[in-house]
Every structure is written in C-alpha cells, then in structure tokens.
C-alpha cells in the first residue's frame, strides 16, 4: 500500500509503500502524512505546492502528520530491536551480609 510522507530536510513529498521512517533521498527522518495516496494523485501542481508549503511549517506539518500505531509489529522495528544491545545481569553474594536466596543485581 502507499502512504505519502513528507521529509524536511530535502523539503519533498514522497509516495512510499509501507509505513517509512526515512528519506529514501537524503536518508533523514520522515514524517507520515494523514494524506491518502488517492487524495495526493488527484491533486493538480498548484496543490501540491501548496501542501509542500505548509508541509515546511512545523506547526502545519503536526496537523498534517499521522502516527503508524502497528510500528512494532513491522519488519523493520522488529530488525532494530534484535540488533539492540541487551542488558548484562551479573549476580554476586557480598561477604559482610548473609547471602540471600534468588538474589540478583542488574548494571
């Protein structure tokens, strides 16, 4: 399916399958637009420069942005969470007290 994103950076509209995160051009974060891929293609050039301009204001470009609520479902949240670092748990007993039973300390 297509969603149309927006980068500010390279100040452009991008129609792009899947819920994107980064600029396909300058590879900076994106942002998703409440805009359908339906309601873009009909849009003539005027409209489209007109979108593009209040795209570049922060406060418009909120109103126009949308959050893709099944990130962490997708294929590529769920690559970043397995290349993330895990905790290391390390267990000790300290000689002054008396050890405790299923005790463990976590850096």
């Known amino acids: ?5 927006y980068c500010q950076h390279c100040h ?3 129609m792009l399958n899947g819920h994107k995160q980064f600029c396909p051009k300058c590879h900076q974060r994106i942002t998703e637009l409440k805009l359908s891929y ?3 293609v009909s849009m003539d050039a005027t409209q489209r420069t007109t979108l593009c301009g209040c795209c570049a204001d922060d406060e418009q470009l909120q109103r ?3 959050t893709y609520r099944m990130y962490k479902y997708s294929k590529w949240y769920k690559e970043m969470q397995r290349q993330m670092v ?3 748990i390390h267990s000790y007993t ?3 007290h008396k050890p405790m039973e299923n005790a463990v300390s976590i850096f």
């Open 38 to 40: 339906l309601d873009y």
């Open 94 to 96: 300290i000689r002054e």
């Open 64 to 66: 126009l942005s949308t």
């Open 12 to 14: 452009r509209v991008h």
């Open 86 to 88: 895990q905790p290391t």
């Open 1 to 5: 399916m297509m969603y149309m994103h």
